[in-house]
Each structure stands twice: as C-alpha cells, then as structure tokens.
C-alpha cells in the first residue's frame, strides 16, 4: 500500500511553522522542529511493508498547490496528516483538498488536537475520512491493513466515519516496551534533508529524538501528557538509546548535536546516569541537549556533561511558589536558584523557560519572573504566553473562569504566526500579557552584561558562534522591533 505522512503547509509565506513543538508556532529564534511523531509513524509503516513517503511541506517551504501536485503524483491510498490547534482549521482543508483531487485516498488526522476532541474535529469537515486518537505508532498499522475492508470498528485509537455517523472507538493503550520501536532517525535520514531543521540553542545540524514517553510530573499545562502519551513514565532502556546515539554518529556523520525531546529525560536520574555510562563506555561522541526538571542533582549534571551534554532545557514558570502550586509544578524558587547555580558548576548551558498568564499570576508575580531571570544569567531564557491548548487542565480553567480571550483556535497565533496570548489575567490583558513578554525578552538579551558574556562564550567555545550567530539573525529583529 502507498501511504504518504503529511507535514502540511501553513502560513509559508511568513516562515516555518513548527507544528511538533509543545506550543507550535514560527518562532522567533527560527527553530523548527522535526516532524518526530509522524516519523514514528511513518517508520513503523515501513517496517509493516509498506511504501510510504514523508512531505514535511513547512521544512520544504511548499505551498498549497505545490504539496498537491507532489501528493497526486504519489498517488497514495492512504494519508496522514499531522495537526496543531492553531493551525487545525488549515489542516482540514488541506486534507479535504487531497480528498477533492483523489476521491478514494483515505484521509486520516493525527496530533494532540484530534486526539483531545475527535468528535469536534472530524465535524470541521466531512471529508475528513477518520483521526487518531493518542499514539498513533500502532494504530496507523492496524488501519493500514485493515483499510480495504473496511473493519474499523476493533481498532484502538481511532474515530472514523461509518454510513454518516461518527464512531469513536476505545482509547489504545500506550505502548509499554519502547525497545520496540524502530528508530525514529532512520526516518529522518531516509525521507528528510535534516539541514533545514534548527533548533536555536542547539548546534547545526541537529537531530531530534524520543527515549521515553509520559512524564512523571503532572503540570496543568503540557500538551502531550494530558493528551497523546498519558500520565505514566515508559521509558527506553539505556542499551536501546545508546544504540540509536550509535546509529546516527555512524549513518548520519553531519549530525553535530542530538536533542533528547523527552517531555522530561531525568524522570528517573539512576536511568540517565546509565544512559551516560553506556556512552562514555562505547566512546561514543557526540554533544547532546535534553529537556531536564528543576530537581536534577548535581551529580546527575556532571555524568551528563562527562556523556557530552552540553545543554539542558527548564521550565522554570514561575519564581512565585503560589503559582508554583497552582499548575502543580511541584518546584520552588529556592530549588530553581539551586539549579542554575549547579548547572554554572557542571559546566552545562541552560535554556531557561517563563510562562506568563497562570493561575494566580499577577502584575507583581511577573516582575518577580524578570527579576529571577535576570538574576540567574542563563545562556538563553524563553518568555512566553500561557498556551492553554484543548485537552490540559489549565484550557478547561481557562473556559470555567471565562479568562480564553480567542474566537476561534486560529487566535493561538499572531497574524505572522508567532505565539500569541490566548487568556486575559485578573489585572492583565491578554495583549498585555504578549507585551510584557517581549519586553521581558527585551530586557534580557540586550543587556551589556549579557552581550558580554555572549562574546565572551564566543572567544572560549568557537563551536558556540555557529548557532549563536544563526538565531541571532532572526531574532534580533523581534527584539529590536518598535
């Protein structure tokens, strides 16, 4: 069977929408994520068979006319379309165009939207033939080899169409043994040109991949958890991991740094330190990044670093400890300060994160954000709007208390496609809230102590001046801006 996996375009007049992020967007550092969920699904198509092709129409630059032109000359039986909540109206349309020109294609949505509202999404428009609820990793499978006969109704995971009614059937349950799964960098290395992927504080090229999914915190704000990977932690043993570091140095030599995109990689600290023994162990080299939680130790740190970590990524959130607990963050300022101060000793970059607009947020809460982040001088620091996204606690916080300022799930973005402020606070506006976040951006990178420092790095690592200089020029013109 011929199955394509369509990253489709949206707004590629203005930049590169990165659809795969935890809050999809054209960023304003230029980063764009890999279309990792859909090329699990696509690998694991082909390991069952299949012939399938990769369009990551947003990477590509495609447009419109010209992602159809390649999807008719394919001429797939089967196609699935990765979403967002931004951009899901667009998505819809774009599959309902492929369905126009080939009536007998199946059409299939997958992403964190569909899977928090299926009903609601296959609704938008009745071309739509089906979506994937959750992991779509097995489910795609089962729906390939059962589309020609059409027996839907015993496959996990999926909402479909049947005579004019919506049928949703049961929740598939996660996959517990991810040793399974084959690597989602064969993907990357067959379908794709990884030099147009870019993540801002990584080195160039890079690549993304997944060793475990779920979390083991329960924030009232992250996407995925709440709804595609669920709650529990499953994680791939440090052998496995090992093996896929050792696959992309030897298959993919252009590779400069491989990002660990996990949710949260330290949920278990003794894993991570095994993860790094077997590394250092089979001298394998390579800089790595990973997403981290405030409670890593600092002899956790300092494997990682020996490992060839060079950078962790952190949500802070908040430096009020109220609004800490509100999103049950289970963190505190103290444990934040903490953090930095062993990052700095480890000698590991920090890419810190402040949200604005949670609960009990206030005028005072978000100057107290500015002051801590200025205060701990890490390498790069993120200031951005509460995206409360259907499916997560703090989206139906935000309906039961009145506080969505949106008219439709096209509000999630500005009209070039950065992020934008979806919930008013009790003493803010939501344009408020997105002004003080450039202004908190403002203050932070074009400060004299930190331009220094920046220069500073540059004279000591010279691999830092490759990414530096390469977000630098797109975001410079944000910051500078008005």
Not at 111 to 121: D, M, N, R, V, Y
Not at 139 to 146: D, G, I
Not at 431 to 436: F, G, L
């Amino acid at each position: 069977m011929k199955i394509l996996c369509l990253n489709p375009p949206f707004k590629t007049e203005h930049g590169r929408y990165s659809r795969s992020s935890r809050s999809p967007a054209i960023t304003k550092s230029g980063t764009l994520y890999y279309p990792i969920w859909l090329c699990y699904a696509a690998i694991g198509l082909e390991d069952a068979g299949h012939e399938v092709k990769i369009i990551d129409a947003c990477a590509y630059e495609y447009g419109l006319i010209e992602t159809l032109e390649i999807v008719i000359d394919f001429q797939p039986d089967l196609v699935i379309i990765d979403t967002s909540t931004a951009s899901i109206y667009n998505d819809v349309m774009v599959g309902a165009s492929i369905k126009e020109r080939l009536t007998d294609c199946y059409i299939a949505l997958m992403g964190t939207h569909p899977s928090a509202l299926p009903e609601e999404t296959l609704l938008l428009n009745t071309t739509i033939d089906a979506v994937i609820v959750g992991e779509a990793d097995r489910t795609v499978v089962e729906l390939a080899e059962k589309l020609y006969d059409k027996s839907f109704k015993d496959i996990e995971g999926l909402a479909y169409r049947e005579n004019g009614q919506i049928v949703i059937n049961k929740r598939r349950e996660a996959i517990t043994d991810l040793d399974l799964l084959p690597f989602v960098s064969k993907a990357y290395h067959k379908h794709l040109d990884i030099n147009k992927y870019f993540f801002a504080a990584s080195d160039y090229p890079e690549v993304q991949i997944i060793t475990a999914r779920g979390c083991v915190a329960r924030c009232t704000f992250c996407v995925y958890p709440q709804t595609i990977h669920g709650t529990g932690y499953r994680m791939r043993s440090s052998i496995n991991v090992a093996d896929e570091f050792e696959w992309i140095v030897t298959n993919m030599p252009q590779v400069r740094q491989i990002g660990i995109e996990d949710d949260t990689f330290t949920g278990d600290q003794r894993r991570v330190i095994d993860i790094c023994n077997e590394i250092i162990r089979r001298k394998i080299k390579i800089k790595w990044y990973c997403n981290v939680r405030v409670n890593l130790s600092l002899e956790t740190m300092e494997w990682m670093k020996r490992a060839g970590c060079v950078l962790i990524t952190v949500g802070y959130e908040s430096a009020d400890d109220e609004v800490l607990r509100n999103i049950n963050k289970k963190i505190t300022r103290d444990m934040i300060i903490e953090f930095s101060k062993n990052a700095k000793e480890s000698g590991l970059l920090v890419h810190g994160c402040f949200m604005a607009g949670n609960r009990g947020e206030s005028r005072e809460t978000l100057e107290k954000n500015l002051d801590l982040a200025l205060r701990l001088n890490d390498d790069t620091m993120q200031f951005f709007p509460l995206m409360a996204y259907p499916g997560t606690k703090d989206y139906q916080w935000a309906l039961d208390e009145g506080l969505l300022t949106i008219s439709s799930y096209s509000d999630y973005l500005t009209q070039d496609g950065n992020h934008n402020s979806v919930l008013k606070m009790p003493d803010m506006s939501s344009d408020e809230i997105r002004q003080w976040c450039n202004y908190a951006r403002k203050r932070y990178y074009l400060r004299f102590n930190y331009m220094m420092y920046k220069l500073i790095q540059q004279i000591k690592t010279p691999s830092e001046i490759r990414r530096t200089f390469k977000s630098a020029r797109r975001f410079l013109r944000y910051l500078l801006r008005g």
